[in-house]
């Protein structure tokens, strides 16, 4: 039975006895003659229980649902264990302070489950923080990791030794670990270290140990090394191993050793034979011809074979040297860029990064000494004072092209320069063995340009892709036409009359939040590249990320990839178009669809404190006056038209970069259609402009 059924009952029972012990009293004081005797006891009886059971009424309705309605917040909010629990508080009650002391111990209560809640979610982010950290350090490791409990069951690995292994199925989470490792070699090893271990030895560098073994189904040599992992009470809890697969490196010293064989006991008979003719010859300077003939016969012979297997051995170390040198894959504007810094003590070379950079595969501290010595050479030779190098793809190569005013290198000239030191008569090192190291043979010709010569060096493809695949081709933005842009300086008769190729362009690119900066998007990034003298110098870039105040939109993230995460910590427009403002300078600026870009940059002029009042010119617009309207004028278009390809498209570098080339390509065929001159192109695209733009107006009206 439950308490409030209880203390009614007991209620019940007190009224009634009350109610029964009050009408007997009142029955035996009345006068037993009185007509009223019995009906006032019986009154007096009823109204003593009456006011017992009113008494437990006002008792239940203001004590004790008050309590049970405080108990069952009180239970509730202990057992939900939630910070966010509420604690419901009767409305009418007789407790008097009780409700007020139990809400601020219910409050403490949440305070302090809130405050354990934040510290478990900071300890939890910095658990997974640390786990984020080891699971990128482990990935990143070109040594297979393998963590395994004292069972030899495998607790942890990462993807380096599921490739080292070559047997993804065999490694998981809790499978044994000599399913993929030979065993005996383990056992031993730890064996020792346990031993060490046992004897007291703490230094970590005592705990470790190397050792050799094979996979599991032999097919592999790996060299490995196993450390003991230890508890807070320094007892073993398992062993760590990592792994580097030496077969290469095995057959390699095979190699070797076939190499030294080859050379102190195969060569010594022919050598030996040579020896034993030429001493005959000495000896017996009389003898006949006929005799002569025929020792004469051996040395040759045995000369041809001494050379071609000095040959082919020469071949085999140079292969054996060239795959274990330490290459790795490079940028190329990264070369470049050291190579500039390389050359500040000559004021008067200037070294121009120019075309699309690639990747390569070689070793970035030979090849920059190599081409740092190489254009001071040519400098001394030629007196040429300005420099472009370009990298160019090719079947099997990249072309590292340097190009200066001037005639190409004869054969000999450059023969003998690549004996040339490649830093200082210290080091040793010379051009030659730093381009024999990456299997280069250069040669030198006339460029494209006139009275242009070139060093061309092939060089080594990269291990990974030269481009990343495309991605999934997007809508293009709406056109968008600014005739008051295109008219401001054409009244400026000294810029008209400038030929195209005597300008200096800045091409440039934004990416934002939507595509109506009327209704508050905004830019999120902006990037531009220098094109002078009708060169893209890909040196000479600029590119940020713009915090934009307000979220991105999911629709947009496809189209740029850019999220809210990576803008929270950049700095906003106002100080990004300053810096932009000062990179472009006086240039005329180039966009595809120039007029919607600069609307977004007007917009924040004045918040600025700049004024981007340099002349623009939109590719767009050019392509448009060259192949008319019949044809796909987006940039995607454009540059499958063109054979170009941007890496990183719709990333605002990577499309700036790929417009940059446009432009070059486009000036090229607008000097073969007779357009020479900034002027004769600025009226040309303009009315390009208004007739793409009545074209338009009369289709939107078509389907009205």
């Known amino acids: 039975m439950q308490a409030q059924h209880q203390f009614a009952l007991?209620?019940?029972?007190?009224?009634?006895?009350?109610?029964?012990?009050?009408?007997?009293?009142?029955?035996?004081?009345?006068?037993?003659?009185?007509?009223?005797?019995?009906?006032?006891?019986?009154?007096?009886?009823?109204?003593?229980?009456?006011?017992?059971?009113?008494?437990?009424?006002?008792?239940?309705?203001?004590?004790?649902?008050?309590?049970?309605?405080?108990?069952?917040?009180?239970?509730?909010?202990?057992?939900?264990?939630?910070?966010?629990?509420?604690?419901?508080?009767?409305?009418?009650?007789?407790?008097?302070?009780?409700?007020?002391?139990?809400?601020?111990?219910?409050?403490?209560?949440?305070?302090?489950?809130?405050?354990?809640?934040?510290?478990?979610?900071?300890?939890?982010?910095?658990?997974?923080?640390?786990?984020?950290?080891?699971?990128?350090?482990l990935q990143s490791l070109s040594e297979g990791v393998l963590v395994c409990n004292r069972r030899h069951q495998i607790l942890l690995y990462n993807n380096a030794a599921v490739s080292i292994l070559g047997l993804p199925e065999a490694i998981g989470l809790?499978?044994?670990?000599?399913?993929?490792?030979?065993?005996?070699?383990?056992?031993?090893?730890?064996?020792?270290?346990?031993?060490?271990?046992?004897?007291?030895?703490?230094?970590?560098?005592?705990?470790?140990?190397?050792?050799?073994?094979?996979?599991?189904?032999?097919?592999?040599?790996?060299?490995?090394?196993?450390?003991?992992?230890?508890?807070?009470?320094?007892?073993?809890?398992?062993?760590?191993?990592?792994?580097?697969?030496?077969?290469?490196?095995?057959?390699?010293?095979?190699?070797?050793?076939?190499?030294?064989?080859?050379?102190?006991?195969?060569?010594?008979?022919?050598?030996?034979?040579?020896?034993?003719?030429?001493?005959?010859?000495?000896?017996?300077?009389?003898?006949?011809?006929?005799?002569?003939?025929?020792?004469?016969?051996?040395?040759?012979?045995?000369?041809?074979?001494?050379?071609?297997?000095?040959?082919?051995?020469?071949?085999?170390?140079?292969?054996?040297?060239?795959?274990?040198?330490p290459m790795a894959d490079l940028f190329i504007s990264d070369l470049v860029s050291c190579v500039q810094e390389r050359l500040r003590d000559l004021p008067s070379v200037q070294v121009n990064l120019v075309g699309m950079p690639l990747w390569l595969h070689g070793d970035s501290l030979s090849l920059m000494q190599a081409l740092d010595c190489l254009i001071r050479q040519l400098h001394e030779e030629t007196e040429a004072s300005e420099f472009d190098i370009e990298s160019l793809l090719a079947d099997q190569a990249i072309y590292l092209e340097v190009r200066w005013a001037g005639k190409p290198l004869s054969a000999d000239g450059l023969e003998a320069w690549l004996d040339t030191p490649c830093d200082d008569e210290a080091s040793g090192q010379r051009i030659r063995e730093v381009l024999e190291r990456h299997e280069c043979e250069p040669w030198s010709q006339a460029g494209r340009g006139e009275n242009q010569a070139v060093v061309r060096l092939p060089l080594p493809t990269p291990t990974r892709p030269q481009f990343f695949p495309e991605p999934e081709r997007l809508p293009a933005r709406p056109e968008f036409y600014d005739f008051g842009l295109m008219q401001r300086h054409a009244d400026d008769e000294e810029l008209a009359a400038t030929p195209l190729r005597d300008l200096s362009f800045v091409v440039f690119d934004c990416e934002m939040t939507g595509l109506d900066p009327m209704g508050g998007d905004e830019i999120i990034a902006i990037a531009g590249v220098r094109v002078v003298k009708h060169r893209v110098l890909t040196g000479e870039t600029f590119e940020r990320l713009v915090n934009p105040g307000r979220p991105i939109p999911e629709q947009s993230v496809q189209f740029h990839g850019i999220t809210d995460d990576q803008v929270q910590d950049k700095p906003a427009i106002q100080l990004v178009l300053r810096q932009f403002k000062d990179f472009v300078g006086d240039a005329v600026m180039v966009a595809h669809n120039a007029a919607f870009d600069m609307q977004f940059i007007s917009l924040k002029q004045h918040e600025s404190g700049v004024e981007f009042d340099n002349p623009v010119l939109d590719t767009l617009l050019l392509s448009s006056m060259l192949d008319g309207d019949e044809e796909d004028h987006s940039l995607d278009a454009l540059c499958e038209r063109y054979g170009i390809t941007i890496s990183g498209r719709h990333s605002a570098l990577g499309d700036t970069l790929g417009t940059a080339e446009l432009l070059v390509r486009m000036i090229d065929r607008l000097e073969a259609k007779g357009f020479e001159t900034f002027g004769e192109v600025m009226k040309a695209s303009n009315m390009a402009a208004q007739i793409r733009h009545r074209s338009a107006m009369v289709a939107s009206s078509q389907h009205i």
């Open 10 to 137: 007991i209620f019940v029972v007190l009224a009634l006895v009350a109610g029964g012990v009050t009408g007997v009293a009142v029955h035996i004081v009345t006068p037993p003659e009185s007509d009223t005797a019995f009906a006032g006891a019986l009154l007096g009886g009823l109204s003593v229980a009456t006011l017992v059971l009113i008494a437990w009424f006002v008792l239940d309705r203001l004590i004790m649902r008050p309590a049970r309605k405080l108990v069952r917040g009180i239970r509730a909010l202990l057992e939900s264990r939630s910070p966010n629990q509420s604690l419901p508080l009767p409305r009418y009650h007789a407790l008097g302070s009780l409700p007020d002391a139990t809400v601020e111990l219910a409050t403490a209560l949440k305070d302090s489950r809130q405050e354990i809640r934040q510290a478990m979610d900071r300890a939890t982010a910095q658990v997974e923080e640390q786990k984020t950290w080891l699971e990128v350090i």
């Open 174 to 325: 809790g499978r044994p670990l000599f399913n993929i490792l030979s065993k005996a070699p383990v056992q031993h090893t730890l064996e020792r270290l346990e031993r060490h271990h046992g004897d007291g030895v703490s230094e970590a560098a005592e705990l470790t140990a190397p050792f050799v073994c094979s996979s599991a189904d032999a097919r592999q040599m790996l060299h490995a090394r196993i450390a003991l992992i230890l508890d807070q009470n320094r007892a073993i809890t398992g062993h760590l191993i990592t792994l580097i697969d030496i077969s290469e490196d095995v057959a390699l010293l095979a190699r070797g050793d076939a190499i030294r064989l080859a050379l102190t006991r195969d060569l010594r008979g022919v050598v030996g034979n040579i020896r034993a003719a030429a001493e005959t010859l000495n000896a017996y300077p009389d003898m006949t011809a006929e005799e002569r003939h025929s020792f004469d016969d051996v040395i040759l012979n045995e000369s041809e074979t001494l050379s071609r297997r000095i040959e082919e051995l020469g071949q085999e170390i140079r292969g054996q040297l060239l795959g274990r040198w």
